[in-house]
């Protein structure tokens, strides 16, 4: 599950939903998992966890493992991540909404993840807290160099992402990109 796919407007509209959204983010993070599972996890029912898993399943972004037993399906996620470029979806007022909400549905998890290691960071040794952390910094491009600058720091996390494989110290580290206008009011 190493690859990445490019969402379509009716991908989008289908993830655009509260728990269709922590369902791929659950599956991705933590593996394979039954409707059952899942519900649990997450903190609903079973007859929405599984309606759900069959709408993400419908525009390929989970998929049956083909190893549960019975009718207890086995889930997980069909990419590592999916991506999208915001034009694609211009003029389709229903991709363009469902984005939206997206985007800002990852930045709420976003800021929800930190705030938990912010909680839980005085319990990890120092040389972890000293590698862990936030920073900004403002650069001036051009739209192709933005976009440049992205996949570079895209092409560096591939880079790191098997780097530690059998390394008994080694933990996942979850890396979030955002760029954004600093005046976002000046188009």
Wanted: cysteine-free.
């Amino acid at each position: 599950m190493e690859r990445d796919i490019r969402l379509d407007a009716e991908a989008v509209k289908v993830l655009a939903h509260p728990l269709r959204s922590r369902l791929l983010t659950q599956l991705r993070r933590t593996g394979p998992g039954t409707a059952t599972d899942l519900a649990e996890r997450l903190g609903t029912n079973t007859g929405a966890t599984s309606y759900h898993l069959r709408k993400l399943e419908s525009v390929g972004l989970v998929e049956d493992t083909g190893e549960g037993e019975g009718k207890r399906r086995l889930w997980r996620a069909a990419s590592r991540s999916h991506s999208w470029a915001p034009s694609d979806f211009a003029g389709d007022e229903d991709a363009e909404t469902s984005i939206g909400w997206l985007v800002r549905d990852y930045v709420h998890q976003a800021a929800e993840r930190m705030e938990g290691w912010l909680d839980a960071e005085h319990a990890w040794p120092a040389d972890w807290r000293d590698a862990m952390g936030i920073s900004d910094d403002v650069v001036l491009v051009d739209p192709a160099q933005a976009e440049a600058l992205q996949q570079e720091l895209l092409d560096v996390v591939v880079r790191y992402r098997a780097a530690g494989a059998g390394r008994p110290d080694a933990r996942e580290v979850s890396v979030w990109l955002m760029m954004m206008p600093v005046d976002p009011r000046r188009g």
